[in-house]
């Protein structure tokens, strides 16, 4: 017998504009929460010609540019990084703005993905640090 703590099944099970983050797969143990720090699901509640994108906030140990998972494979453009993330890292889908100064990993250099900011917007940030 298993045991199941989720928060939520699908997106309308959170609140607002905030996404459900799944499992991996049927056969992982990982609970489903909100992605709470979110301020979008779909490019259409950004508004008009809107983006939305994943992504871990600043000052998250390993930044990476899709959520980590297990078996998931972490880039900052081109280049593999190590992957590390819980959900102490904030990580959540946010909406692009014209502040941003970058709007996806391939305008970044080295090992730099563009990332959201806790203060808001875009920006390149070095995939640096160890758990």
Same mark, same amino acid.
């Given at each position: 017998?298993?045991?199941?703590?989720?928060?939520?099944?699908?997106?309308s099970?959170?609140?607002?504009?905030?996404?459900?983050?799944?499992?991996?797969s049927?056969?992982?143990t990982?609970?489903?929460?909100?992605?709470?720090?979110?301020?979008?699901?779909?490019?259409?509640?950004?508004?008009?010609?809107g983006?939305?994108?994943?992504?871990?906030?600043?000052?998250c140990?390993r930044?990476?540019? /899709? #959520? *980590?998972?297990? &078996?998931?494979? %972490?880039?900052a !453009?081109?280049?593999? /990084? #190590? *992957?590390?993330? &819980?959900?102490? %890292?904030?990580? !959540?889908?946010?909406?692009?703005?014209?502040?941003?100064?970058c709007?996806?990993?391939?305008e970044?250099?080295?090992?730099?993905?563009?990332?959201?900011?806790?203060?808001?917007?875009?920006?390149?940030?070095?995939?640096?640090?160890?758990?």
């Open positions: 017998m298993m045991c199941s703590y989720d928060e939520c099944f699908q997106d099970d959170c609140p607002g504009n905030v996404p459900c983050h799944c499992r991996d049927a056969s992982s990982a609970n489903n929460w909100c992605l709470v720090d979110s301020n979008c699901r779909v490019d259409d509640d950004c508004g008009p010609c983006y939305c994108s994943p992504s871990q906030l600043s000052g140990v930044m990476c540019t /899709v #959520p *980590c998972g297990a &078996g998931t494979h %972490c880039y !453009g081109t280049t593999e /990084v #190590p *992957c590390w993330c &819980g959900r102490s %890292c904030g990580e !959540g889908y946010f909406c692009h703005t014209a502040d941003d100064t709007t996806n990993d391939r970044c250099t080295g090992d730099s993905a563009c990332t959201r900011q806790l203060a808001g917007g875009w920006a390149c940030m070095p995939c640096s640090g160890v758990p």
